[in-house]
């Protein structure tokens, strides 16, 4: 597992080792059996104060960064993909405030506020009639004498009910064509959420995604400045794809972690004789490494943008991380497959410490949420006109 | 903007601008061959000189003449490519083409659509969103992109 120690971390890493293993990691089949909230996880992490990490400390967040946030997501998620994958969204939508509203006076409080309260924030991006493409709205905001209201149909919005605010995307106006959008921060006191469908799903069940009518009201403050194709493409998208493929590590991390205690533990029942699949453990634990590496290297470019709107809003850097998320999303179920198959039945059964189901389960979901058939195509697009890196 | 003397050999009268006095086209630069006194200064933070404020006036004239053909050659390449909500000639140069749905995949088939028809290649650092924002944009790139080369204008 990566172990990023970085200065300013504060021992945040450590405290999700810890939250994970001595909480997370006993409630997760719970969590996925009954597909509810993993609310022990949460109470110990805002307790720890985690949600706040990726607040700048000004704000008197934790000031972590990308790297730090990233081990923590592949930290939570050998112990429960819901905590992780509600955590990892959580910080999407703190990375957007941050980065392209924190001048605003509005968001400047907000921020502190955030830090202060450890308040969840969940996504509404994608909507009915629109499919998975983020990138066009139906829904407009409405404005008027400072205000502005909308009506999102979601599809799903992910721990919607248990969140303290909403970041939600919309046309610019009700004249705007679809591609025009903004993204505006919905406080609970501000919203309605009508359940519109359930979720019952493989994997992923604790994360509580049903679909929502979603109507608010706020004021105009509450509209970050920036386009949302520049949040999308600066920050959303590459901080989505590097904190999922980092929890789905964590999820890889695990599975191989089976295995190789499956295999160690057969090797004592018998010294001296190679467990019959003690090569593929040894591939498969190669595949980590690639896969741990993908995670690391997209890290580092992101960092290198350094925050820069333009080195973040360049092709190349898009393809790559795009490619960050479809080569992982492959390489998790291949990597977890690959586990069961060397624990064998033990891996196959579920009352069994060496059991793989809820991974797997879990690992199927990461090629469809963007489904990896978009992305290629988005990739496919991109690929006609750029240029060599 | 090269005031030296222009070079013999590439020289080029491409068309009936460079009959002004004072002017010849050297590829997509423009050479002062004779006109008043030289500029004292190398040009930068000096009096502009009676010389070389007629230079600029001309030049001004001549990207003015040069300018529109290659807007019209944009617009076209818009329309048949970008598929905005109004009618791009209708469009002013500095409207951000976004608000008018130009989409990301509007925008590779735009890039391919100008590449093909002024026969240049965007470099990577030109793919971004800001390039293609608005018509004066897009034409600043593709000025830039065929600076050095003989005018292909239509």
């Given at each position: 597992m990566p172990i990023t120690v970085m200065s300013r971390s504060f021992g945040a890493l450590e405290k999700a080792q810890r939250i994970g293993l001595e909480i997370a990691a006993p409630a997760a089949d719970s969590v996925d059996r009954e597909a509810r909230f993993p609310s022990e996880s949460f109470d110990a992490l805002r307790a720890e104060r985690m949600l706040g990490i990726f607040i700048p400390t000004?704000?008197?967040?934790?000031?972590?960064?990308?790297?730090?946030?990233s081990a923590i997501c592949t930290a939570l998620g050998q112990h429960c993909s819901a905590t992780a994958m509600i955590f990892a969204m959580h910080q999407i939508q703190v990375a957007c405030i941050v980065r392209h509203?924190?001048?605003s006076e509005f968001f400047a409080s907000y921020l502190a506020e955030l830090a202060d309260t450890q308040s969840l924030i969940a996504s509404a991006t994608s909507e009915i009639g629109v499919g998975g493409d983020t990138r066009s709205s139906v829904c407009a905001i409405e404005r008027d004498s400072g205000s502005f209201s909308i009506k999102k149909?979601?599809?799903?919005?992910?721990?919607?009910?248990?969140?303290?605010?909403?970041?939600a995307t919309a046309r610019r106006t009700p004249d705007s064509p679809p591609s025009d959008q903004v993204l505006v921060l919905l406080k609970r006191d501000e919203?309605?959420?009508a359940r519109t469908s359930g979720w019952d799903t493989l994997g992923f069940?604790?994360?509580?995604?049903?679909?929502?009518?979603?109507?608010?009201?706020?004021t105009e403050d509450h509209i970050l400045s920036d386009s949302f194709a520049d949040i999308s493409s600066q920050t959303m998208l590459p901080v989505s794809h590097i904190v999922w493929t980092s929890l789905w590590l964590g999820i890889a991390t695990a599975a191989v972690g089976r295995?190789?205690?499956?295999?160690?533990?057969?090797a004592r029942k018998s010294p001296g004789k190679t467990p019959a699949a003690s090569v593929r453990l040894a591939e498969v634990v190669s595949k980590l490494q690639g896969m741990r590496a993908l995670v690391n290297d997209s890290v580092r470019d992101y960092e290198a943008t350094g925050g820069e709107a333009d080195a973040a809003s360049g092709m190349n850097f898009a393809i790559r991380m795009n490619n960050l998320k479809l080569s992982c999303s492959t390489a998790v179920v291949d990597i977890v497959s690959q586990s069961m198959l060397i624990c064998g039945m033990s891996g196959y059964r579920i009352?069994?410490?060496f059991s793989l189901g809820r991974l797997l389960r879990d690992a199927?979901?990461?090629?469809?949420?963007?489904n990896n058939d978009r992305i290629y195509g988005a990739n496919a697009a991109m690929l006609l006109v750029s240029k060599d890196d | 903007m090269n005031l030296d003397a222009p070079r013999a050999d590439t020289a080029k009268q491409t068309n009936s601008a460079s009959h002004w006095p004072g002017v010849v086209l050297v590829g997509g630069e423009y050479a002062a061959v004779q006109f008043g006194a030289w500029p004292s200064t190398d040009g930068r933070g000096g009096r502009a000189t009676v010389g070389e404020d007629c230079h600029r006036r001309r030049v001004n004239e001549f990207s003015r003449y040069k300018r529109q053909p290659m807007i019209d050659k944009i617009r076209n390449t818009l329309h048949q490519y970008a598929h905005l909500n109004r009618d791009v000639f209708t469009i002013s140069e500095d409207a951000d083409l976004y608000a008018y749905g130009l989409t990301s995949h509007a925008t590779v088939n735009l890039m391919l659509g100008l590449e093909d028809a002024f026969q240049v290649e965007f470099p990577e650092r030109m793919l971004r969103r800001r390039t293609f924002e608005t018509i004066a944009n897009i034409h600043e790139s593709i000025v830039e992109l065929t600076a050095g080369q003989p005018t292909a204008a239509s």
């Open positions: 000004e704000f008197g967040g934790g000031g972590c960064s990308i790297a730090d946030v509203a924190r001048e149909q979601a599809p799903v919005i992910s721990y919607g009910e248990y969140a303290d605010a909403i970041l919203f309605t959420l069940r604790g994360t509580c995604s049903p679909g929502f009518m979603l109507t608010a009201r706020a295995a190789r205690a499956y295999i160690r533990a057969e009352d069994s410490k199927y979901g990461a090629a469809l949420m963007i | -």
